[in-house]
């Protein structure tokens, strides 16, 4: 099986490369000299929407202020840096391909001011007084030019990660342990679902160092099986469900949240709730691309993507891990379907 590759920039009226008097990562020889870089952004639309603002990486780097370890006062790795991290490697890895902009979605944040305001009433506060970062980050970099199509929806390549400061102890030292997600994947260009499963994933990356993080983003995305992911998402094209099926699904799935832990142990793991499942309703009647067939069979591609598309309300700190339960639970259906493994939802 073989992706589509292509060396072209897309040909779009907002892409351009490059130049002096415009370059993303300003401080990196490596960057300012590739012309693969352009300036259009990885989606104009949200990948993630739940409780999420759009913010420009300049503006993360510019103007947030960075949080530091009560013990020592020294930095933690800032969202800046960690997105300059997995764009470094994207270029190393990717290199000679096609790689977008960041397209950057913060939550949670964390007003303060400078001491000289501190007596202000908040709304006489001038902007220079006012300091403000984001507990949470979450990020996607997209690389076009490495595609291919499931079902006539072009998917590209795309890596990205979040980070939460929340999971963090800010109240120890530097040298502690940071925490960060990062995944490489799929962008469906039809509706910006995130495709990826657990081998893109490093849901629980802890490290020590800005050099750490870099060293686990490259291993990560050399060691994607692109073709091999793809194999499987193209599979559930070939699988479908009836109408009284689907209802059947969603019935078990909404009875699981009240299942007793010990029966849950045995079932295929579901993240997603009553609101989410809602919109899989919704959505299997009323979707552009994704709903029902005229028989009301829907196949395991397009519910694939109903669950994608619910996971854009998950808040950033479980976006992800709910993005692989996706394809693992849309997975497990079609194992049924093939008559190789039972599966409680279904039956």
């Not at 290199?95 to 960041?102: M, R, V, W």
């Amino acid at each position: 099986m073989e992706l589509h590759i292509i060396n072209n920039r897309p040909s779009t009226k907002n892409s351009q490369p490059l130049n002096d008097n415009n370059i993303f990562f300003e401080e990196h020889a490596s960057i300012k000299a590739s012309p693969n870089v352009i300036l259009e952004t990885s989606t104009d639309t949200p990948f993630i929407e739940a409780n999420t603002i759009d913010v420009s990486f300049d503006e993360v780097k510019n103007e947030h202020i960075i949080p530091v370890y009560i013990k020592d006062n020294e930095p933690l790795i800032s969202h800046a840096d960690f997105v300059d991290a997995a764009m470094e490697a994207a270029l190393k890895v990717f290199s000679g391909e096609t790689i977008l902009q960041p397209n950057l979605r913060v939550s949670h944040p964390i007003k303060g001011r400078i001491p000289a305001a501190k007596n202000k009433p908040a709304n006489e506060l001038l902007e220079h007084e006012k300091t403000l970062y984001y507990e949470r980050m979450a990020f996607i970099i997209e690389v076009p030019s490495i595609h291919d199509e499931v079902d006539g929806n072009i998917l590209s390549l795309t890596v990205g990660g979040v980070k939460a400061y929340n999971l963090d102890n800010l109240y120890n030292k530097k040298g502690s342990d940071e925490h960060f997600k990062i995944f490489v994947g799929f962008k469906n260009k039809v509706c910006t679902n995130l495709c990826v499963w657990t081998d893109g994933v490093m849901s629980d990356l802890k490290v020590t160092s800005i050099g750490q993080l870099k060293s686990a983003i490259n291993l990560l995305f050399e060691n994607f099986n692109a073709p091999y992911y793809l194999n499987g998402l193209k599979k559930l094209n070939d699988y479908s469900i009836s109408e009284n099926q689907f209802a059947h699904l969603i019935g078990k799935c909404r009875m699981y949240q009240h299942l007793p832990k010990n029966l849950q142990k045995k079932i295929p793991q579901l993240m997603f709730g009553d609101n989410q499942l809602s919109n899989v309703c919704k959505d299997y009647y009323k979707d552009d691309s994704f709903c029902k067939d005229s028989n009301g069979d829907i196949n395991l591609w397009r519910l694939y993507n109903l669950f994608t598309g619910s996971n854009k309300s998950s808040y950033i700190d479980n976006f992800l891990e709910k993005s692989v339960n996706a394809f693992h639970f849309v997975n497990e259906i079609r194992w049924e379907v093939e008559d190789k493994k039972f599966n409680w939802f279904l039956n």
